[in-house]
């Protein structure tokens, strides 16, 4: 039996390489922004639908943070379409 790896997170564990763990990262950090703007915001999730510019279906995907199925593209043109600008921050790792 093998001694199981350690990770620093969850994305360094489901990604093959640090670079797809930091998409990962910041396209689910970007979700839940989103997220807690729709819920502070109160709108249904047709409401939210329409004011970020995408389907229903698809918001249902995005507050249920199914990364996989968002582009860093496609999250930022959200958060534009709500009225936010995305800035994003680089950190020495």
């Not at 109160?42 to 996989?68: F, H, Y």
Request: charge should be neutral.
């Amino acid at each position: 039996m093998s001694k199981p790896d350690n990770y620093a997170s969850v994305w360094d564990a489901l990604a093959d390489t640090p670079e797809q763990a930091a998409n990962l990262r910041t396209r689910a950090e970007l979700m839940q922004q989103i997220a807690a703007i729709v819920k502070e915001s109160k709108w249904t999730q047709v409401e939210a639908a329409a004011q970020c510019g995408i389907t229903q279906p698809r918001m249902n995907d995005l507050l249920r943070g199914r990364v996989s199925r968002f582009s860093l593209d496609a999250l930022v043109n959200v958060a534009t379409a709500i009225g936010r600008r995305v800035h994003l921050e680089l950190e020495a790792a």
